[in-house]
T-cell receptor, first 116, second 108 residues
Framework: DGGITQSPKYLFRKEGQNVTLSCEQNLNHDAMYWYRQDPGQGLRLIYYSQIVNDFQKGDIAEGYSVSREKKESFPLTVTSAQKNPTAFYLC???????????????FGPGTRLLVL | DAKTTQPTSMDCAEGRAANLPCNHSTISGNEYVYWYRQIHSQGPQYIIHGLKNNETNEMASLIITEDRKSSTLILPHATLRDTAVYYC?????????FGSGTKLNVKP
């Protein structure tokens, strides 16, 4: 059963706390992405990674960090520096990235982060 | 910088064709048009994409104008399960530009 999994489905964060969102894919995709979605809005790119041990900032990277130690995993940490973290977080992956512009991105089910 | 404009919402009767328009007047020659849909609180689902020619798959058809400044997604026989937000996206290198999408309401 191939696909992208995200966990947990819901996550609660206390003030000043770092939290990590998991994203795993078994599609053998090279590239992975993290997006943020606020209510009634489209998706905004946080970070993306083309290959293992490499990643790039997207449009709204401040207050977030990522790692790409394995091809199948791309965890996102929401740090205490992110002052408005409440949102729906989506992970995606695609098969080819560099220099091309027709790779289809496939999305996970998302994690909803709420601040207590 | 979404690069696309779509109506905020549309209604469609069940069993009828749903035609969702999208304007992308600043699209570049090598940028693809993608369509995704998102059912509430789920991840976006890929529907179809194209560059110049019209495309069709088991889910939908994509009609792109000759000047490539606009496109239309067609769901030939809409069902209640097609109720979702539909995103028209211009695919540039290293980035998808997501706008706010069109909320399609399929009514019985």
């Amino acid at each position: 059963d191939g696909g992208i999994t995200q966990s947990p489905k819901y996550l609660f964060r206390k003030e000043g706390q770092n939290v990590t969102l998991s994203c795993e894919q078994n599609l053998n995709h090279d590239a992975m992405y993290w997006y943020r979605q606020d209510p009634g809005q489209g998706l905004r790119l946080i970070y993306y990674s083309q290959i293992v041990n490499d990643f790039q900032k997207g449009d709204i990277a401040e207050g977030y960090s990522v790692s790409r130690e394995k091809k199948e995993s791309f965890p996102l940490t929401v740090t205490s520096a992110q002052k408005n973290p409440t949102a729906f977080y989506l992970c995606a992956s695609s098969i080819v990235f560099i220099g091309a512009n027709q790779e289809t991105q496939y999305f996970g089910p998302g994690t909803r982060l709420l601040v207590l | 910088d979404a690069k696309t404009t779509q109506p905020t919402s549309m209604d469609c009767a069940e069993g009828r064709a749903a035609n969702l328009p999208c304007n992308h007047s600043t699209i570049s020659g090598n940028e693809y048009v993608y369509w995704y849909r998102q059912i509430h609180s789920q991840g976006p689902q890929y529907i179809i994409h194209g560059l110049k020619n019209n495309e069709t798959n088991e889910m939908a058809s994509l009609i792109i104008t000759e000047d490539r400044k606009s496109s239309t997604l067609i769901l030939p026989h809409a069902t209640l399960r097609d109720t979702a937000v539909y995103y028209c996206i211009v695919r540039a290198i290293n980035k998808f530009y997501f706008g706010s999408g069109t909320k399609l309401n399929v009514k019985p």
